[in-house]
Structure formats: C-alpha cells, structure tokens
C-alpha cells in the first residue's frame, strides 16, 4: 500500500531515501519562480523541502507546509539558513486544513505542490482547492505535478482536477509528462480576480 496518512509518511521520512524526492529541481518550478516579480512562495506537501529551500536560495520568503512532523524536521535540519538570500519558514500542516493546522496567512504570488494532491481523497481535493484559494493572491498560479493514477485511486484527468478547483480557478495549462516514467501532468491553475502573468513556458 502507498503511504496516505501522516503516520505512514513519517514511517517513510525516517529512512534514509524515500522513493520520492527529487534532488533536481523541476523546470515547471523555475519557470513559475521566473514570471512576474514573486516575493512569496507556498509550497504544499513539501517533505524534506528541497524546493522551498531553492527558492529561498533564489531570493524569495518560501513557505513549505507538510503533515508529516518527521518531513519537516529533517527540512528544517537540511543546513543553515544565512546562506539564503531570502527566508525558509517549514511548518507542520494538513494542506486540506491550513486554516486550523497552521497560522498561515496569504497572500502568496504563487502556490505549488509536487506530488500531495494525488494522495487526497474526493473531500480532502475540495477542501484543499479552498485552502489553495483562501491563500493565494488574485492572478496567482498554484501549479500542480500529480500522477495520473495517484496512491488516494482516484483517476486525475484535466477534466478530474478543472473539476475540483471550478469556484475560483481556471485551468490554464495540463501538460502531460513522465516524471518518475509514470503517466502524470503539471497543473496551471489561475485564480481568478488578478492581473495575471499569460505565458507558460
Ligand atoms: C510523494 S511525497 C512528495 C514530497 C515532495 N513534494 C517531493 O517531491 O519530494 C508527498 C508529500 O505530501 C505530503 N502530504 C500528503 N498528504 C498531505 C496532507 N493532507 N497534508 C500535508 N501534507 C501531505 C506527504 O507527507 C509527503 O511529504
């Protein structure tokens, strides 16, 4: 079974490697760190938090959040801070109650999330497309990389993920891909109500 629960994904953070956790940043990221003049960044389901950790590296205050305590801690424990030419701040949450697992508070110029969104159930999509909403700014991006067939079973399709972010987003762009050599797509969602950035790359 693939891990689902924070119990599980703890289980998994305290081996050396998970199966997961690229060391290369993907280029959907750099290309959405690229647009517009962003100064925050909101990573989801961030684990040891390599990504969060380039972009504080490439000037901006990058938030990552993930329910699993043992992620986290080795996120916060990944090196020292100074180095950085902007800020880290790694909390514990669940992305599908930001609002009362977390004090977070927006507004983010872009949100992402590599590899969370396909462990969440029907219900938890919702709530986290809400919270994705509360968070992030008019105009902004959350970008999404989800497997086709994620470990929650329930197939993601452009339809499936337009679907769940109906009130407030439209989808920009679903560009298949074949990260990790599984079926999956990169999700550009727009919220609505900005002055967006038009180009994906
Ligand atoms: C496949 S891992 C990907 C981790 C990281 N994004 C990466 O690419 O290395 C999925 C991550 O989502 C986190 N996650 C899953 N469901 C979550 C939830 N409801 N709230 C917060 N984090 C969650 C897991 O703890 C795990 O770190």
Redesign the pocket.
């Known amino acids: 079974m693939p891990?689902?629960?924070?119990a599980?994904?703890?289980q998994?953070?305290r081996l050396p490697l998970?199966?997961?956790?690229?060391f290369r940043v993907p280029e959907a990221i750099k290309t959405l760190a690229r647009r517009g003049s962003p100064r925050r960044s909101l990573?989801?389901?961030?684990?040891?938090?390599?990504?969060t950790r380039y972009l504080a590296r490439e000037g901006l205050d990058a938030t990552g959040?993930?329910?699993?305590s043992v992620?986290i801690a080795k996120a916060k424990a990944a090196g020292p801070t100074d180095h950085l030419r902007g800020s880290v701040d790694f909390r514990v949450?669940?992305?599908?109650?930001l609002a009362s697992?977390t004090t977070l508070t927006g507004p983010f110029d872009f949100s992402f999330?590599?590899?969370?969104f396909?462990?969440?159930d029907a219900a938890?999509q919702k709530a986290?497309a809400a919270e994705v909403r509360r968070l992030l700014r008019p105009g902004g991006i959350h970008l999404i990389?989800a497997l086709d067939e994620g470990?929650a079973a329930l197939r993601l399709t452009p339809a499936a993920v337009k679907r769940v972010f109906l009130d407030g987003f439209s989808l920009q762009d679903a560009r298949p891909s074949r990260r990790r050599i599984i079926a999956s797509h990169w999700y550009w969602l727009e919220k609505h109500g900005g002055d967006p950035i038009r180009q994906v790359d």
């Open positions: 891990p689902t629960t924070s599980d994904f703890d998994a953070y998970t199966p997961w956790g690229d990573e989801l389901g961030c684990g040891v938090g390599r990504f959040v993930d329910f699993s992620a949450g669940d992305v599908t109650a697992s999330d590599v590899g969370c396909h462990c969440l938890g986290y990389w470990p």
